[in-house]
């Protein structure tokens, strides 16, 4: 059993940046891929960024294109949400996904991390 524990989260002016992470412990293997989503109020959980694990290739959003930067730490298990120009809109909560099992389907997720941004 893995478990994900998203953080960073929080207020910011539109425009500011926040830093998200998100820790897998436990029973943990290297993950095949690790994603962000975010789901805002009365919306669906959309996609936000992708991470390839082993090679670090990325995948984004078009939304979020240019402004967020996924990354990660192998030696930590750890992976990163860096949003810059942070927009209204991008207000929602943030979850962190692994896939462990299967590359193309997440399997493990957290609990979420709450990010609003004023206008």
């Known amino acids: 059993q893995v478990q994900l524990v998203e953080s960073g989260g929080g207020l910011v002016q539109a425009g500011g940046s926040l830093r998200l992470s998100c820790a897998a412990s436990?029973?943990?293997?290297?993950?095949?891929?690790m994603g962000w989503f975010r789901q805002a109020p009365g919306k669906e959980r959309e996609f936000v960024a992708r991470?390839?694990?082993?090679?670090?290739?990325?995948a984004y959003a078009d939304s979020v294109k240019g402004r967020f930067t996924i990354t990660r730490d192998n030696a930590k298990n750890t992976v990163y949400l860096q949003m810059n120009s942070l927009k209204p809109e991008d207000t929602g909560v943030y979850y962190c996904?692994?896939?462990?099992?299967?590359?193309?389907?997440?399997?493990?997720w957290g609990q979420g991390t709450q990010v609003t941004v004023s206008s």
């Open positions: 996904a692994g896939a462990f099992v299967v590359y193309t389907r997440y399997d493990s």
């Open positions: 991470i390839n694990w082993s090679v670090g290739s990325t």
């Open positions: 436990g029973r943990t293997r290297s993950a095949l891929a």
